[in-house]
């Protein structure tokens, strides 16, 4: 049974920086596509950046430069640092991989504060 679980949710000021983890277990997590993505309240999930098992990374526009995201294989968990952090960042964060289906985590709150 595949689970993920993130943590590393809070409030920060405008220009703060959080680090999320997604720790994983149920896949062989090396070989296995890792994404972030997030929903603000009113709007739908968005892409936020992507880590494949091939060790490429991608990002949505409008965190690249702030935000980067890595992987311990050794400890089955994908992070994703935030710096530079804005109120329109305020949403709720979501792990997700893909297996026989897409899998998701129960997701973190952060609340960035102008």
């Known amino acids: 049974q595949v689970s993920l679980v993130e943590s590393g949710g809070g409030l920060v000021q405008a220009g703060g920086s959080l680090r999320l983890s997604c720790t994983a277990s149920?896949?062989?997590?090396?070989?296995?596509?890792m994404g972030w993505y997030r929903q603000a309240p009113g709007k739908q999930r968005e892409f936020v950046a992507l880590?494949?098992?091939?060790?490429?990374?991608n990002y949505a526009d409008s965190v690249k430069g702030r935000f980067t995201i890595s992987r311990d294989n050794a400890k089955n968990t994908v992070y994703l640092q935030m710096n530079s952090l804005k109120p329109e960042d305020t949403a709720v964060y979501y792990c997700?991989?893909?297996?026989?289906?897409?899998?998701w985590g129960q997701g973190t709150q952060v609340t960035v504060s102008s």
């Open positions: 880590d494949t098992q091939s060790g490429s990374r």
């Open positions: 997700k991989t893909w297996g026989t289906r897409v899998y």
């Open positions: 149920g896949i062989i997590f090396r070989i296995t596509d």
